[in-house]
């Protein structure tokens, strides 16, 4: 997915804080991380970063799915993540 098509999407709305917006700049960070550690598999600095951002985006993807299940599963059909069990 493209950042920018996204941004726009979310921007039509005026709600860069939403969690939509949010999910998605954690995913591209993500992404950066991940590709930066196949490269550096021993920057632990980088792998805790990482730990890190999953942590935050699997909170956030929670509180959605509990708090608005169509918008949960459209965010994760849109940027391609897998579903994770909920509690």
């Known amino acids: 997915m493209v950042k920018k098509a996204f941004i726009s999407v979310i921007s ?9 917006f949010q999910v998605f700049s ?4 993500i992404r950066r ?3 930066h550690l196949e490269l550096h598999k ?3 600095l980088s792998q805790r970063g990482l730990r890190k ?14 708090k608005n299940r ?10 391609g993540i897998r579903e ?4």
């Open 12 to 20: 039509e709305e005026e709600n860069r804080g939403s969690v939509e």
């Open 42 to 44: 021993k920057d632990s």
């Open 70 to 79: 169509v918008r949960y599963k459209e965010l994760i059909g849109q940027l």
């Open 53 to 66: 951002i999953l942590g935050k985006r699997q909170r956030l993807l929670s509180y959605l799915a509990k």
């Open 33 to 35: 991380l991940t590709s």
């Open 84 to 87: 994770t069990k909920t509690r």
């Open 26 to 29: 954690f995913t591209n960070k």
